[in-house]
């Protein structure tokens, strides 16, 4: 069946960096956009990134532009998330989304989205 499995999650101080790689099989990941959201407790679901399934145009999030970077790699079928200059405000589950939609149209907390990975946990703490 189809299945995204996020990874690269951790602990890590503030100013650091972490790479999540989020791996699809069992669908056509090239016709997909693919899309990073991240949950914080005692807040709303929050859109961090997304790139198309053509040209691979992407979009972030005001609150990590200049700071994260989204890319892939379509002969691995997965999708990387680089995370620089981490700050705490960042920490959350991370959960790596797949539709055929275009990214740029998703709902901001990612409402009716085909798949979603099972998240993984992203602590910037000191």
């Known amino acids: 069946q189809a299945q995204l499995v996020e990874s690269g999650g951790g602990l890590v101080q503030p100013g650091g960096s972490l790479r999540l790689s989020c791996v699809a099989s069992g669908f056509s990941s090239d016709y997909y956009e693919i899309g990073w959201f991240r949950e914080a407790p005692g807040k709303e679901r929050e859109g961090i990134s997304c790139?198309?399934?053509?040209?691979?145009?992407?979009n972030y999030a005001d609150s990590v532009k200049g700071r994260f970077r989204i890319s892939k790699d379509n002969a691995k079928k997965t999708v990387y998330l680089q995370m620089n200059n981490l700050k705490p405000e960042d920490t959350g589950v991370y959960y790596c989304?797949?539709?055929?939609?275009?990214?740029?149209?998703?709902?901001?907390?990612?409402?009716?989205?085909?798949?979603w990975g099972q998240g993984t946990q992203v602590t910037v703490s000191s």
């Open positions: 989304v797949a539709d055929r939609h275009p990214c740029l149209s998703w709902d901001p907390i990612g409402r009716h989205l085909e798949i």
């Open positions: 790139i198309t399934s053509d040209e691979g145009s992407t």
